[in-house]
């Protein structure tokens, strides 16, 4: 099979529970409440191992994202780094998810050669906040 010009995509997905509250809301959302929320991690890369003909394993992706939402479980976001400074929207969750797992990933030796390409966090499943960068 000769090599694709197109890229891959994959996805893990995973769980945390957090209160927050949103400052400057002017409603419901600015008193302190919980969510379940809702992590879709996605990377993306354009080639497969040699040997195992995969762009990454599974479990190598859900390690960076585990490591990365332990430090968000069962906290008050308000007092975590940086949400203590910036509103702990989904939105700046997505962001700050996002370059944290990059970062996770590009300590893992099994992962070169991806970067992530999005992440979702939804705080019901109806309704969501995705950040990638272009």
């Given at each position: 099979m000769e090599p694709s010009k197109g890229c891959w995509i994959l996805t893990v997905r995973d769980e945390f529970s957090s209160a927050h509250a949103l400052r400057h809301y002017q409603g419901k959302c600015e008193a302190p409440h919980g969510h379940n929320f809702s992590v879709e991690l996605r990377v993306k890369g354009h080639?497969?191992?040699?040997?195992?003909?995969?762009?990454?394993?599974?479990?190598?992706?859900?390690?960076?994202?585990?490591?990365?939402?332990?430090?968000?479980?069962?906290?008050?976001?308000?007092?975590?780094?940086?949400?203590?400074?910036?509103?702990?929207?989904?939105?700046?969750?997505?962001?700050?998810?996002?370059?944290?797992?990059?970062?996770?990933?590009a300590a893992n030796p099994a992962c070169t050669g991806i970067r992530v390409y999005s992440v979702t966090v939804s705080e019901r499943s109806p309704q969501s906040a995705t950040y990638m960068e272009e």
């Open positions: 080639t497969l191992t040699r040997d195992t003909e995969l762009l990454a394993d599974f479990k190598d992706i859900k390690k960076a994202l585990k490591a990365v939402l332990e430090r968000l479980d069962h906290k008050d976001l308000n007092f975590c780094q940086p949400f203590d400074t910036i509103n702990p929207s989904s939105e700046n969750l997505a962001r700050f998810i996002y370059h944290e797992a990059q970062a996770e990933l």
